[in-house]
């Protein structure tokens, strides 16, 4: 049987098991690492764990949900399924929640004994942008897709990230002089960086704020203002887009309901700290906006 502990930010802890046998092994805990902020298996058991998630191999697919147990019928026939990343990931997001951490949906590096946080929607570039910075501008990586960031007083810190990279397998090329370790799946590439191209600089300031989106035909450099910042990026740093996972083939959905109250702590929380963290827009070809970003 399937029984596996996983460790989360700010002491939050989660357990998978299956009914079947399986073991839950290092390209499991790579794919983990692409969608979960801050996750890691770890050999021990955990007593009282935040969430359980727990498989019954069963024709008869549906979830059922009650307090901080899940529990999925469906047929993984021998395989863990995939549905288990974004599971975890919507499950975890909520209990990041209740202690005022918020999973934004962003790449993250460290520039400048700060990190900057690249924010924008899935395809925008996020990724590929922080692998170019990180390859030709000596930016440290942070994160990738995830990134848990807390607020403390007026600054924005980041507590967390996916330090998993996924790319399409046709981009292997690109950055193969930074990657240690890869492995294919369906038709991407999961890999880690080399070790020295990873930040240390956990719980350190989030000094600016990027919205990215790559166009060939455009060049634009913006400075929000802090009433529009807070507007744009509130659904973002609430992740509203992945709050919600789909599993069982379609037969049943995890509602990520935030926490009572998470809303408007947020937008206060936030809008303290944009009177003193600058938020940039930039739109363009890759060329003009890992120039501009260099430079913040």
């Given at each position: 049987m399937l029984n596996q502990f996983f460790s989360l930010p700010e002491n939050l802890s989660a357990q998978v098991t299956s009914n079947l046998d399986l073991d839950f092994g290092p390209e499991n805990n790579m794919l983990?690492?692409?969608?979960?902020?801050?996750?890691?298996?770890?050999?021990?058991?955990?007593?009282?764990?935040d969430?359980?998630?727990i498989h019954q191999e069963s024709e008869e697919r549906k979830l059922v949900h009650e307090g901080t147990n899940i529990t999925i019928y469906d047929q993984w026939r021998g395989k863990i399924s995939f549905d288990i990343y974004h599971l975890l990931y919507s499950a975890s997001r909520v209990k990041l929640l209740e202690k005022n951490m918020y999973p934004v949906h962003s790449s993250c590096v460290e520039s400048n004994g700060g990190h900057l946080l690249i924010i924008g929607h899935s395809g925008s570039g996020k990724t590929t942008t922080a692998l170019e910075l990180v390859k030709n501008d000596d930016a440290k990586f942070s994160s990738g897709n995830k990134t848990v960031v807390a607020f403390d007083g007026a600054s924005m810190r980041m507590i967390a990230g996916t330090p998993t990279v996924t790319i399409r397998q046709s981009d292997l090329a690109k950055y193969d002089s930074?990657?240690?370790n890869c492995i294919p799946y369906y038709n991407r590439l999961a890999f880690h960086l080399n070790l020295e191209k990873y930040t240390q600089l956990f719980r350190g300031e989030i000094r600016a704020v990027v919205l990215l989106r790559l166009h060939d035909g455009l060049n634009d450099f913006t400075t929000l203002n802090p009433s529009s910042a807070l507007?744009?990026?509130?659904?973002?740093?609430?992740d509203t887009v992945?709050?919600?996972?789909i599993v069982c083939n379609g037969n049943g959905v995890f509602v990520g309901t935030p926490p009572i109250g998470s809303q408007e702590r947020l937008v206060k929380r936030l809008q303290h700290s944009l009177q003193?963290?600058?938020?940039?827009?930039?739109?363009?070809?890759?060329?003009?906006?890992t120039n501009v970003i260099s430079k913040l």
């Open positions: 983990l690492q692409a969608y979960v902020p801050g996750a890691n298996s770890v050999p021990d058991q955990i007593d009282e764990p969430i359980q998630i930074i990657i240690a507007h744009t990026l509130y659904p973002y740093f609430l992945n709050a919600d996972t003193y963290i600058p938020v940039y827009s930039v739109t363009g070809p890759m060329s003009f906006v």
